[in-house]
């Protein structure tokens, strides 16, 4: 099966009210018109062609590197126009698979399953079709059995047209050859001014040729997306897509409607996902993991049996056996070694924390490199800024750090080395150390007794003011 994917994304979308392109805007984490692309590759286009007119060169940056062509329509003069603007490119193609880039719901076995179709009946096009419950806003199909004899669009129909309820999608299969044909007899005398590609049905048919509907068993695969409510719902019906298929293979979504899953997330077997997780981007989780909500977890690596607990997680690596949370924010670099415990209401960043170590609870690690089985007491401070450059802090493998010390970088933490409780570190802590940097405590006795009476002397007649 030999076919090249076009696909339309030039118009303007302005009811999406955005400085993005509308084919830009993301449903599951990836742009509308990415979710075409991929579709189309799947159902094995060797070329994909994509027609750009607002935002043109945002659109080809959004897409670099992807093998994806590009035709420019510099005047939006309506889908037939689109259209034609890429006879030269595909001069010779024998079959064409007509897209839109802002239907970001078709599946690559739909389109598939239609351009086979369409191959084995020998048409010179094929509709694909969908039965709706509210067809308005779509154009309306006119057939006579398998054939379709004219579209007709919702500003262009009768009453009686506008009762039908098969829509026509947008999608179609041409012949290569007989559709440009087609194309150059399109007039825009319609009420919109544009030059429709519907018209070239008829066109077909009048000229005898043969145009068959393909009807798709999922209308919301035809689904387009005008706006922000309808973005809302594209995103709706995706989501459970994704969801269920995670479920199917072996993970458990408690409230699967609760959750947000992007759609470049994977997900091992029996991990259970809790109401209100969000996975998003390019992040992978391993099997047998707990993640509770609300945590949201952004392009980071999740190994296996991994407890996350109500926390920010976002660029990191998490290995086998970590447990995170609740409350804590792992910051972009940050690479947690197996077994690693990180605790309450601690921010990890840009750092390397070793196998079994510990950071339980209230502190702040910036810019270091811990080793294996150190112990971060409550209240540590990795002090990693000077106010121009960031500095790094070392603490190998056994070492211990005292509640509420602050590590002031560059410093080296030697191997199974002590720092005291309380205390300010600028210096490195040799191998085996004990490092105390705080002041010498000094206790005044009846301190406390002279300053209530030399305050309770100066009060003047009791009154408070």
């Not at 339980?360 to 121009?388: E, K, R």
Request: one cysteine or more.
């Amino acid at each position: 099966m030999d076919f090249t994917a076009i696909i339309l994304a030039a118009g303007e979308g302005t009811r999406m009210n955005s400085s993005i392109p509308k084919v830009l805007h993301k449903v599951c984490g990836v742009p509308m018109l990415g979710h075409v692309i991929s579709q189309a590759k799947e159902a094995g286009a060797k070329r994909i062609i994509v027609v750009v007119g607002r935002g043109a060169e945002e659109i080809k940056r959004a897409f670099e590197g992807q093998k994806v062509e590009f035709v420019l329509q510099a005047e939006q003069k309506g889908t037939g126009h689109a259209l034609l603007q890429t006879e030269s490119a595909v001069k010779g193609e024998e079959t064409l698979l007509v897209l839109y880039g802002d239907m970001p719901l078709v599946t690559s076995e739909t389109l598939k399953s239609m351009v086979e179709y369409h191959i084995r009946n020998l048409t010179a096009a094929t509709v694909m079709t969908a039965k709706v419950k509210d067809p308005a806003g779509y154009g309306r199909i006119i057939r006579e059995g398998y054939r379709v004899i004219a579209i007709k669009e919702e500003k262009d129909a009768s009453q009686e047209e506008k009762a039908i309820g098969e829509i026509n999608s947008g999608i179609y299969c041409f012949d290569g050859e007989r559709v440009f044909e087609a194309l150059r007899q399109v007039n825009n005398n319609n009420a919109q001014g544009e030059y429709y590609l519907t018209d070239v049905v008829e066109i077909l048919n009048r000229e005898g040729e043969n145009v068959l509907a393909y009807e798709v068993q999922d209308p919301s695969e035809v689904q387009g997306v005008n706006d922000r409510i309808q973005l809302a719902m594209a995103q709706s019906v995706m989501q459970k897509r994704i969801i269920h298929r995670f479920m199917r293979g072996g993970v458990t979504f408690l409230a699967p409607d609760s959750c947000v899953v992007d759609a470049g997330v994977e997900i091992g077997r029996d991990t259970i996902i809790y109401p209100g997780v969000i996975l998003e981007g390019k992040t992978k989780i391993g099997e047998c993991c707990t993640i509770v909500g609300y945590s949201r977890i952004v392009d980071s690596c999740i190994g296996n049996n991994v407890e996350i607990a109500m926390c920010h997680i976002r660029e990191s690596v998490i290995e086998d056996g970590v447990k995170i949370g609740p409350f804590a924010n792992i910051r972009p670099g940050t690479h947690l070694m197996a077994g690693v415990k990180v605790g309450d209401f601690v921010e990890i960043k840009n750092s390397k924390v070793g196998e079994s170590s510990k950071v339980p609870h209230l502190s702040y690690v910036g810019d270091a490199d811990i080793g294996s089985n150190v112990n971060i007491g409550a209240g540590v401070i990795f002090v990693n800024y000077d106010g121009f450059k960031k500095h790094r802090t070392v603490v190998e493998d056994e070492a211990f750090i005292g509640c509420n010390s602050n590590l002031i970088a560059p410093v080296r933490v030697g191997h199974s080395s002590y720092i005291a409780a309380g205390s300010t570190i600028t210096k490195d802590v040799e191998e085996g150390a004990l490092a105390i940097a705080r002041s010498r405590q000094e206790n005044i006795s009846g301190w406390a007794r002279k300053r209530k009476e030399r305050e309770g002397g100066n009060k003047s007649d009791g009154k408070q003011a």
